[in-house]
């Protein structure tokens, strides 16, 4: 059974840091994507970032302007996102995603979220 748990959310002031952590389990990954979508409240879910369990380049929605980073362990079976210079408009539920077809802002596999909380 597929397995996606994140971590590393909390409540920052405007202009911190966050880095949020996503243990995969259950299956191989290998040409996957891995990657992160988040919901704000009275909004749908939007895609935020991807990277390929293999290797590769990564991809990001527009509004993160290099202030957000994907990467990923394999060792460990974990991805990440480096958030920096959080605005209060990144307030959201971060959820990881795996799937084939991510990029399509589709996915398989969700795990249940983190709140990420920008105070201005």
């Known amino acids: 059974q597929v397995q996606l748990v994140e971590s590393g959310g909390g409540l920052v002031q405007a202009g911190d840091s966050l880095r949020l952590s996503c243990a995969a389990s259950?299956?191989?990954?290998?040409?996957?994507?891995l990657g992160w979508f988040r919901q704000a409240p009275g909004k749908e879910r939007e895609f935020v970032a991807a990277?390929?369990?293999?290797?590769?380049?990564?991809y990001y929605a527009g509004f993160v302007k290099g202030r957000f980073t994907i990467s990923r362990d394999n060792a460990k079976n974990t991805v990440y996102l480096q958030m920096n210079s959080l605005k209060p408009e990144d307030t959201a539920v971060y959820y990881c995603?795996?799937?084939?077809?991510?990029?399509?802002?589709?996915?398989?596999?969700w795990g249940q979220g983190t709140q990420v909380t920008v105070s201005s």
């Open positions: 990277i390929r369990w293999s290797g590769g380049p990564t």
């Open positions: 259950g299956r191989t990954f290998s040409n996957y994507y």
């Open positions: 995603a795996a799937d084939l077809s991510i990029l399509a802002g589709k996915s398989s596999y």
